[in-house]
């Protein structure tokens, strides 16, 4: 499995809502990233996992919060979120130390209305 | 800090010519640097790789040399598809960081 997948592949959720991204890999990979993409930009990275323990938090506001249960999961939660955090969310992985190769998954189109 | 510049584009170009995309960088150290893809709706691909000065990196007819006099990693096809239309990011990482820096990407459009 060479894969990272990520579900839901579309969200809409209201202000008000609270809903979780899921991403998984089972490439034995012990790094996992979150990263935002705005249309027409490049992504910006949010978290990073490495060994499941969070090691870098991008300054992201507290209504995003990561979650990663065990080497393979790594969920973001969502809650009271704005439109303007309407966006491709991408997840990623890569081995860890060494190998800087980054396995991106297909995204989650989020929409806050 | 690290940064990477890349032409924004958009390029269009008709099938089979040639394509060339520039990317230059700035960093500490030695990074390693890559060329992703992103088609229509999708996520980001690993076109190709080089993880020292001199390296080339090549794939699906496309490649790109490691060039630390020039801090260069210019992407090149010798003859481009239709299927090629796509946005491509050049990035670099350090190799003991764990963030990617992405260049704004740019789009290609290939005309038939």
């Known amino acids: 499995d060479t894969e990272v997948t990520q579900t839901p592949k579309h969200l809409v959720m209201g202000m008000t809502n609270k809903k979780s991204l899921k991403c998984e890999q089972h490439?034995?990979?012990?790094?996992m990233y979150w990263y935002k993409q705005k249309a027409k930009k490049p992504p910006e990275l949010m978290f990073v996992?490495?060994?499941?323990?969070?090691?870098i938090n991008e300054s992201v506001p507290s209504r995003f919060s990561p979650e990663c249960p065990n080497s393979s999961l790594l969920n973001l939660h969502l809650h009271a979120l704005q439109p303007e955090d309407s966006a491709l969310y991408l997840c990623?992985?890569?081995?860890?130390?060494?190998?800087?190769?980054?396995?991106f998954g297909s995204g989650t189109r989020l929409t806050v209305v | 800090g690290n940064s990477v510049t890349q032409m924004e584009g958009p390029v269009t170009l008709s099938e089979e010519a040639f394509l060339t995309i520039n990317c230059t960088y700035t960093?500490?150290?030695?990074?390693?640097l890559f060329w992703y893809v992103q088609y229509p709706g999708e996520g980001l691909q690993l076109l190709l790789k080089?993880?020292?000065?001199?390296d080339k990196g090549s794939n699906k007819g496309f490649e790109a040399t490691y060039r630390k006099e020039t801090t260069s990693f210019h992407l090149e096809k010798g003859s481009v598809q239709v299927s090629d239309s796509a946005v491509y990011f050049c990035?670099?990482?350090?190799?003991?960081?764990?963030?990617?820096?992405f260049g704004p990407g740019t789009r290609l459009s290939v005309l038939p």
């Open positions: 990623a992985s890569s081995p860890g130390r060494g190998d800087r190769s980054y396995t």
């Open positions: 490439m034995g990979h012990r790094a």
């Open positions: 996992y490495s060994y499941e323990k969070l090691s």
């Open positions: 960093a500490t150290g030695y990074p390693s």
């Open positions: 080089a993880t020292k000065a001199d």
């Open positions: 990035a670099l990482t350090r190799n003991y960081g764990q963030n990617f820096v």
